[in-house]
């Protein structure tokens, strides 16, 4: 499957971001998704969370703030940022893993830079 993320930009504090994760060359209700993050000189760390029957999770920093959904028919998964902080400023990556063989795939990044 290939991954292919957008939405990114900036945005000031306590503003509001989407983000696309466009699915291709699979069947992608086979796969869980996600949305992970990665800050400068930080690890990459989980964002959200989806499984193939929609079942989410969301790291503590954003839960109330963030909300991680999918459209199956659109081959798609969309975060939906609100509530903006300064330490949202990341590259934000979407995975994809198959449910059987639990095999990774990752999209290109894109960068939210939330600044004022």
């Known amino acids: 499957v290939q991954l292919q993320a957008s939405g990114g930009g900036l945005v000031q504090p306590g503003g509001s971001l989407r983000l696309s994760c466009a699915a291709s060359g699979s069947i992608f209700s086979f796969y869980h998704m996600g949305w992970y993050r990665q800050a400068p000189g930080k690890e990459r760390e989980l964002v959200a969370a989806i499984t193939t029957g929609s079942t989410t999770d969301y790291t503590d920093s954003v839960k109330g703030r963030f909300t991680i959904s999918r459209d199956n028919a659109k081959n798609t998964v969309y975060l939906q940022m609100n509530s903006l902080k300064l330490e949202d400023t990341a590259v934000y990556y979407c995975?994809?893993?198959?449910?059987?063989?639990?095999?990774?795939?990752w999209g290109k990044g894109t960068l939210v830079t939330v600044s004022s």
């Open positions: 995975k994809a893993t198959h449910i059987r063989t639990r095999t990774n795939y």
